[in-house]
T-cell receptor, first 114, second 113 residues
């Protein structure tokens, strides 16, 4: 089945540790996105990539890093510089960055910092 | 004033009721308007999208855009318990990328049998 796979679904980390969230899509989409969702805050864009080897910062990129070495993969690293990393992280893709078509979302990764 | 305002609810209705969900926005340059549905602990899925003003209907769902009032609505007819979810509005400019999509905070809906 085509779709977006995020892993792990739940992740716990200690303060000061970096953690990488995986996002893989087999939809052959050019564009991929990372959002953060907090209670009462809605979805906020962290990073997005419209094409392989290119990505742009979103509204809340500080403390995060990404790479886009392959079309199907867009991992997100939450670094120790992120002040409040506990959140629900959503990866999404779209056919391309400018199409009016829909965003397809993964099922999310819930990160808890202990 | 935030760009997109959405009442977080929660909204509780009996099965069969007509549900009205709304968002207001401040930027008149928004041209594409979307509604996403998000079940608990899942990712959002696109429910409806419209371009500029007008209505769009899909089964029990109707999306309305009133650009003069900067107001969008999603109506759900004959609501079902399976409609219980959080509904997120989203919008962006003409010619902008999906990276410019602005989301509302979501309205949590509960449909009671």
């Amino acid at each position: 089945d085509g779709g977006i796979t995020q892993s792990p679904k739940y992740l716990f980390r200690k303060e000061g540790q970096n953690v990488t969230l995986s996002c893989e899509q087999n939809l052959n989409h050019d564009a991929m996105y990372w959002y953060r969702q907090d209670p009462g805050q809605g979805l906020r864009l962290i990073y997005y990539s419209q094409i392989v080897n290119d990505f742009q910062k979103g509204d809340i990129a500080e403390g995060y890093s990404v790479s886009r070495e392959k079309k199907e993969s867009f991992p997100l690293t939450v670094t120790s510089a992120q002040k409040n990393p506990t959140a629900f992280y959503l990866c999404a893709s779209s056919i391309d960055g400018r199409n009016t078509g829909e965003l397809f979302f993964g099922e999310g990764s819930r990160l808890t910092v202990l | 004033q935030k760009e997109v305002e959405q009442d977080p609810g929660p909204l509780s209705v009996p099965e069969g009721a007509i549900v009205s969900l709304n968002c207001t926005y401040s930027n008149s340059a928004f041209q594409y308007f979307m509604w996403y549905r998000q079940y608990s602990r899942k990712g959002p899925e696109l429910l409806m999208y419209t371009y500029s003003s007008g209505n769009k209907e899909d089964g029990r769902f109707t999306a309305q855009v009133d650009k003069s009032s900067k107001y969008i609505s999603l109506f759900i007819r004959d609501s079902q318990p399976s409609d219980s979810a959080t509904y997120l509005c989203a919008m962006r400019f003409y010619g902008g990328s999906q990276g410019n999509l602005i989301f509302g905070k979501g309205t949590k809906l509960s449909v009671k049998p």
